[in-house]
């Protein structure tokens, strides 16, 4: 069961963060921590789409949605980026 995984496609330019099934707080930090990093990993200039996948998602507590809802807007928001629907250059 994928509780949570961010992985990098570069044949279909997609980042995908996913979070899956039960979740602890310590999970969902661990899930945070990795997609932070993910989209300053990739080269500068390079376009992207990101497909953010909850599909499942179940927070064991109150404390593990909050350590996951503001994530991605931030990353984004970091980036230079604004939510909309079409692909993003990093």
Not at 6 to 24: E, F, I, Q, Y
Not at 30 to 57: E, H, I, N, Q
Request: charged fraction near 20%.
């Amino acid at each position: 069961m994928v509780r949570g995984a961010n992985t990098w496609d570069p044949a279909a330019a997609v980042v995908r963060p996913v979070l899956s099934g039960p979740m602890t707080t310590d999970d969902a930090r661990a899930w945070a921590d990795g997609f932070r990093v993910l989209p300053a990993a990739l080269p500068t200039g390079t376009p992207f789409k990101l497909l953010y996948d909850m599909g499942g998602f179940a927070p064991a507590d109150l404390a593990a949605r909050k350590a996951t809802r503001e994530v991605v807007p931030r990353a984004i928001a970091a980036h230079g980026m604004r939510p909309a629907v079409h692909a993003y250059t990093s």
